[in-house]
């Protein structure tokens, strides 16, 4: 028997368990699956145990989990408020098992966001090419081989999150760019290349500034104003400092804040690409949340992308919404039926998404997701529904799974 210690706070009241609970000797508390719904229930467990531990040689694989959570927490420098309302539901440990049984690896997502933030905040010239190369590859292998589930994982991430805002929205701009560039554009797998690293970078040389800024309650100060306004230029001398030489992907990141709207066909490959990444990166910057504002509708955030700065629409914009459609994977909706559901996959039509329902009709949670196919008309979309609204603990591994 190899007993782990277990904060109390890890425990989700109302869920099953996700391993067998012991006391700091051994002895049995609460089987694998039991549910602990109280506080005051909870509490009598500790008495009676004196401490909550797991033994890791019997319950080793949802504990290792568990473990490799905190650590990633932990390396991300989040406060300790978070760590303590860290959970590991079942729901989770079973999408995870579920995925295993069928072959089917699904991305790690937070593993993800550690590794680009990593890499974007303290790149070095020693190692920023292979690093940053084998980042870009596996975001680009699935925004080919599962694009609606990649895009349902970074909107879904990009709606929540403020620890590594900078790199998931940077995740988030690349693979909607190379998604709209490939899909729609049909531009060239060489150009989605080049366009992919452009914008997994355009923000490198103000990463650690972008993530403090979103914590961030009180006005800028002219000091982070001027970094703001300069930071693509000096991205773009930051990588060549890393060893980037490639002229396109330089230039698609030096201009990728210019406002030059017009026909693409008028413009240069580069310039091309920097307004692509210009229309992605308003649309993913409205979506995430700040200190200071709750994120914005997904609609509003395409419609920021849409109309151009004279209030036309906008090619490159238009291209990102045609893609994505209205109701792209990640967003919440609700639907004629009354439910409200998160979208999963695109449809055949711009506002007719592949749904899984969350809540019922009344509000009430579902339990397991329920897909729905919006294009009949008792599932009919009739609007969207802000993040904050949507009460109910996800798996994002659940959702995935049925993508």
């Not at 909870?42 to 033994?55: I, N, S």
Request: proline share 5%.
């Amino acid at each position: 028997m190899n007993l782990v210690s277990l904060n109390i706070e890890s425990i989700q009241l109302g869920h099953p368990l996700p391993f067998v609970l012991r006391g700091a000797d051994g002895v049995l508390l609460a089987q694998k699956g039991y549910v602990i719904r109280t506080r005051d229930e909870l509490a009598k467990l500790v008495e009676r145990g004196r401490e909550l531990c797991v033994d890791t040689d019997e319950s080793g694989g949802s504990h290792r989990a568990y473990l490799a959570q905190l650590q990633r927490m932990l390396i991300a420098d989040t406060n300790l408020g978070e760590i303590a309302a860290m959970k590991m539901t079942a729901g989770e440990q079973a999408a995870a098992a579920a995925a295993a049984r069928a072959g089917k690896t699904l991305p790690d997502w937070p593993e993800l966001q550690l590794r680009a933030t990593q890499l974007l905040r303290a790149p070095s010239p020693s190692d920023f090419g292979g690093r940053f190369q084998a980042l870009h590859d596996e975001l680009a292998r699935h925004c080919e081989q599962n694009p609606d589930a990649t895009l349902l994982a970074l909107i879904y991430l990009s709606a929540q999150e403020t620890r590594m805002y900078s790199a998931t929205h940077s995740m988030l701009v690349s693979c909607v760019c190379m998604v709209v560039a490939r899909e729609m554009l049909r531009w060239p797998s060489g150009r989605v290349q080049q366009l992919g690293h452009a914008a997994l970078s355009m923000n490198i040389a103000m990463t650690e500034l972008q993530d403090q800024l979103v914590l961030q309650t009180q006005p800028l100060t002219a000091t982070q104003i001027a970094a703001v306004e300069d930071h693509a230029a000096r991205s773009e001398a930051l990588l060549r400092h890393l060893g980037v030489a490639d002229p396109v992907w330089l230039e698609a990141v030096r201009c990728h804040h210019h406002r030059t709207p017009g026909p693409l066909a008028k413009k240069t490959e580069a310039q091309q690409m920097a307004r692509l990444l210009q229309r992605a990166d308003i649309f993913g910057a409205r979506l995430a949340p700040r200190a200071a504002r709750l994120p914005m509708p997904v609609t509003a955030a395409m419609q920021a992308s849409y109309y151009d700065e004279e209030h036309q629409v906008d090619e490159a914009g238009a291209a990102l919404v045609k893609t994505l459609g209205v109701y792209p994977p990640g967003a919440f909706v609700r639907l004629a039926s009354r439910e409200v559901g998160v979208v999963i996959r695109r449809g055949t039509t711009a506002t007719t998404p592949r749904v899984a329902v969350v809540t019922n009709r009344d509000g009430m949670a579902t339990g397991e997701p329920i897909p729905r196919d919006t294009g009949m008309p008792p599932w009919k979309v009739t609007g969207v529904v802000a993040f904050k609204d949507v009460r109910v603990n996800l798996s994002l591994d659940r959702l995935l799974q049925m993508v």
